[in-house]
């Protein structure tokens, strides 16, 4: 089985910072692109962030300049620095992966979703 487990929400002030946390667990041989996405009420579910397993990476525009996502591939996990927050970043942030498990071909996971609030 693999698990990938949010961690970091919360609420936070207009202009306020958080930092996202994802882990992956269970019987993983290797682990290609991680990613963020978000889903705000009423609303479909947007890609925030990627990042590859080089670490290159690409952010929708709503995040350039604000967020960061990197990885520690040793730890297995993802991270979203989220800087100069918005209300209209208020939303369910959810960590996506494509995961090798042994002897099977890439799959995609998903976390449960972690709230971030953003309001005064």
């Known amino acids: 089985q693999v698990q990938l487990v949010e961690s970091g929400g919360g609420l936070v002030q207009p202009g306020g910072s958080l930092r996202l946390s994802c882990a992956a667990s269970g019987n993983i041989a290797s682990i290609n692109v991680m990613a963020w996405y978000r889903q705000a009420p009423g609303k479909q579910r947007e890609l925030v962030a990627v990042i590859t397993s080089g670490g290159s990476t690409n952010y929708a525009d709503s995040a350039k300049g604000r967020f960061t996502i990197s990885r520690d591939n040793a730890k297995k996990m993802v991270y979203l620095q989220m800087n100069s927050l918005k209300p209209e970043d208020t939303a369910v942030y959810y960590c996506?992966?494509?995961?090798?498990?042994?002897?099977?071909?890439?799959?995609?996971?998903w976390g449960q979703g972690t709230q971030v609030t953003v309001s005064s």
């Open positions: 996506n992966a494509e995961i090798e498990r042994p002897l099977l071909k890439p799959s995609d996971y």
